[in-house]
Every structure is written in C-alpha cells, then in structure tokens.
C-alpha cells in the first residue's frame, strides 16, 4: 500500500488508527452488492479459527495508519463502493471511526462481519453482512444470535456452507428464526468442499428462501489477495 504509517508506539491507545493488511480495488464478488466495482479496506487481525478461511494471511502482521491516509488512499480510488472486511475489523476499536468517517466522505460502505461481535455501534448508514458460522466451520458457537434481531432489510446473512449437515442446520436457523423475513439471506458454498451447482440444487429441492452466492472474484481471478 502507498500510505505513510504512523508509529505503532502509541497506535492501540486512541481510535485514530487501524491495523492494516491492504487496501485495493476490485470488483464485489459477494454479497448484494456483487458486481460493484468496490475500493476493499482489509483489517488485520480475526479472533476466530474457520476451518476454510481464505484470508489467514491477515491473521497477522499489518501496519497501524491513521484512520485519514486511510480515507485519503480511498478516495485516490474515486470509486463509490468502499467494503470493510477482514480478518475480523470489529476487533479493532478504530473501525466504527474508520466506518463513520467513510459514510461521512458519501461513500456507499458495506462491512463484512464474522457474526461473533458486537454490532450495534455500528454507524447506520453502513450495510452490515453479518455471517453465522456453521458447525462446519468450527466456529459456531462464537456466534452472537444477539446481532440478528438489529439487522435492517436492506442487510445480509451470510452461511458458509461446508457439507449437507451444515446445509440441513442452516436450513433449521432460517425457518426456526425467521431470518427471511428480516433480511436477505445468503448462502455460499465452501471453496473445495461443496460445488455450488450442489448446493444450488440443495437450496431448490428445499423451497427455500435463500439467495445463491458465489464468489465472483475467485471466478475473475481466482484464490490470489488483494483481487
Ligand atoms: S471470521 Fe473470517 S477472517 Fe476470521 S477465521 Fe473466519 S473466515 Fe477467516
């Protein structure tokens, strides 16, 4: 990335900052917004372990910039969409700033969020897409049903499909909790575990009132970072 970083010596102690693994342009390959052409403001760091993450490269590392070379990086993109995403960015304090101060700049701004944290302070006009981890993933139960009940229509949960028991639990959590009637509900396949023509055909034979998600970018260019 070419922004200046600040000194991590005092970065943890003041919301003016973020841990960073990279920022770059790309085109939306999930989620309602697919397709967009989306500036991608990755944070490091995630307290979770899913079985297929496919960014554990921002597990670790980073470097601390203030939250305004972010926004400056940004808007040298001139591109509208912006998504924050991770690793885990509400594991950073800074990123309700960061958040607040990219809506502020009249960016359309989408976070994606493990489901494992808190996010009622996020600022409102964000879109949030808010995963439910499934036993697949071993993660379930970091999940924070608490969330749920917050989201708006013009939200998303997301489901990371991993086998058919996992498809047969998310199944139960969308009928048992009525998640389609509070928002759009998302599932994706796992990358190697389920083909999403499979899945596809799962989500078909069931009736079920849930939107097929593919990961358009690694059709575009495949499993590579910063696309
Ligand atoms: S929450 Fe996201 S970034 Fe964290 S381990 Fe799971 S898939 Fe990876």
Redesign the pocket.
């Known amino acids: 990335m070419a922004i200046s970083s600040g000194s991590s010596s005092f970065a943890g102690k003041a919301a003016t900052r973020v841990r960073l693994t990279e920022i770059f342009l790309s085109i939306q390959g999930e989620a309602d917004s697919v397709g967009w052409p989306t500036v991608f403001v990755r944070l490091t760091g995630?307290?979770?372990?899913?079985s297929?993450?496919?960014?554990?490269y921002?597990?670790h590392g980073g470097e601390w910039f203030r939250i305004e070379a972010v926004l400056e990086k940004v808007a040298s993109f001139d591109t509208r969409h912006v998504c924050v995403t991770?690793?885990?960015p509400l594991a950073q304090k800074g990123c309700l700033v960061l958040l607040q101060r990219l809506c502020d700049a009249g960016h359309q701004v989408s976070l994606e969020t493990?489901g494992?944290m808190d996010v009622s302070t996020v600022d409102p006009r964000v879109v949030r897409v808010v995963?439910i981890?499934t036993p697949g993933?071993g993660?379930v139960a970091r999940n924070r049903y608490e969330n749920l009940a917050l989201l708006r229509p013009e939200e998303q949960i997301k489901f990371?499909i991993c086998n058919r028991a996992d498809f047969e639990w998310a199944c139960e959590q969308v009928r048992t909790r009525h998640l389609q009637e509070r928002c759009m509900v998302l599932f994706s396949p796992s990358s190697g575990q389920v083909e999403a023509g499979e899945l596809a055909q799962w989500i078909l034979d069931a009736r079920l009132p849930v939107r097929l998600q593919v990961q358009l970018h690694k059709y575009l260019w495949g499993d590579t970072p910063g696309r």
């Open positions: 995630c307290p979770l372990r899913c297929y993450c496919d960014t554990a921002a597990f991770g690793g885990e493990s494992a995963d981890k993933s993660e990371v």
